[in-house]
């Protein structure tokens, strides 16, 4: 292990080209695994990981169970629904009854900003060694989306070895509904730190201006950006003006929970403005492959057909990633806390 130093994994803007090169070059080792024989690895036996889920998710907790379960972790999973939370207990409390239980990870993710930030501060103040990984808080951040997706970039620019290198120079539209994504933010800190160049589409309700501006500065607390030299963002509003330059295409989920106010006029405006489909996809000039994190609202911000077209569409590669980038995170955190107590 070289330079990893992470405890916590909450938010992507903190890491460095190695981090980034780090996560992906065990990532790929560990996605080799299975058609080298080996179902399982030790490294985690006799750890226990808690997947602490506030807000519903299908991929993000699944895959890390599997993730743990791969490297021979003990699971426990909470799901809000069912919790003593409906008898007032607080989040905080609802954590530390895991921690309680010897959690060496929870994997938390919350509606509310900052969550998983909040509870590892609390309990690094309380001298608890279990560690952080954001799962997803509110609209912020949302890392081991952020990574797998840049993998599955990687791997589809050069397969032979998907290092972040691979994105240099690259450009990648990302459209829809940036403001209520944090998959968006995530691969905003991640694409950026790789060299790729950021294209955001959408319409002003749902991408403001400055957005572009996004990875100008360290978020607050943060005191330096470890990226000397970062891809640039740029805004457009018309698919027309990005896809013609776009390497990769990755659209976002019209996140309705998260709007505050009703942001669209009609759906099926939607669909004609930013729908990704093989049509609007012969603004290309090129074939690029379209990722999306999931859930998808099928005819809305993507098509039915251009889903299940598996010559373009990295959606299923997407979820696949997601077991051993996670693998990866939970190994590298593990091996953290061994140097520490020098195992
Ligand atoms: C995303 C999320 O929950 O932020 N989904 C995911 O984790 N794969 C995106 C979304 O909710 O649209």
């Given at each position: ?22 996560v ?16 399982k690895?030790?490294a985690?036996?006799?750890r226990l990981?808690?997947?602490l ?16 379960r ?17 008898k007032g207990e ?34 690094e ?15 912020h951040?949302?890392p ?21 290198e ?8 990302i459209?829809g509904d940036?403001?209520h ?8 800190w991640?694409l950026?730190a ?8 959408g ?20 005191e ?6 970062r891809?640039?963002?740029?805004i457009?509003?018309k ?16 996140q ?31 074939s690029?492959?379209?990722l ?13 057909e ?27 955190i593990?091996?953290?806390?061994a140097?520490?107590?020098?195992i």
């Amino acid at each position: 292990m070289t330079g990893w130093s992470h405890h916590h994994v909450i938010d992507l803007s903190s890491f460095s080209l190695e981090d980034y090169r780090e996560v992906l070059s065990l990532a790929h080792r560990f996605k080799s695994l299975p058609s080298s024989g080996t179902r399982k690895l030790p490294a985690l036996q006799g750890r226990l990981v808690t997947t602490l889920f506030f807000e519903a998710s299908t991929r993000t907790r699944s895959s890390f169970e599997l993730a743990a379960r791969s490297l021979s972790a003990d699971v426990v999973n909470f799901t809000a629904s069912g919790s003593s939370l409906r008898k007032g207990e607080s989040v905080l409390d609802t954590a530390l009854t895991y921690v309680a239980m010897g959690a060496d990870v929870l994997v938390v993710r919350h509606s509310s900003t900052n969550v998983a930030a909040q509870l590892a501060s609390e309990l690094e103040k309380s001298g608890e060694t279990t560690a952080i990984l954001n799962g997803g808080d509110g609209l912020h951040s949302h890392p081991s989306q952020g990574l797998l997706d840049l993998y599955t970039l990687a791997n589809y620019f050069n397969p032979l070895n998907p290092e972040p290198e691979a994105l240099l120079g690259k450009k990648i539209a990302i459209i829809g509904d940036i403001l209520h994504s944090r998959v968006a933010r995530s691969n905003l800190w991640a694409l950026t730190a790789c060299g790729a160049d950021v294209l955001l589409c959408g319409p002003p309700s749902l991408l403001p201006k400055e957005f572009e501006n996004f990875v100008d500065a360290p978020p607050p607390g943060q005191e330096l950006d470890p990226i000397k030299k970062r891809g640039r963002i740029h805004i457009e509003r018309k698919l027309s003006e990005v896809l013609p330059y776009a390497d990769a295409v990755m659209t976002l989920r019209l996140q309705k929970e998260r709007m505050k106010e009703n942001l669209l006029s009609t759906l099926d405006r939607y669909h004609n403005d930013y729908g990704i489909t093989h049509q609007s996809l012969k603004l290309c000039q090129k074939s690029v492959p379209v990722l999306h994190p999931g859930p998808v609202n099928r005819g809305v911000e993507m098509s039915g057909e251009l889903l299940a077209d598996r010559s373009i569409c990295l959606v299923e590669e997407q979820v696949k990633n997601g077991i051993p980038i996670r693998m990866a995170l939970l190994y590298l955190i593990a091996a953290v806390e061994a140097k520490k107590a020098n195992i």
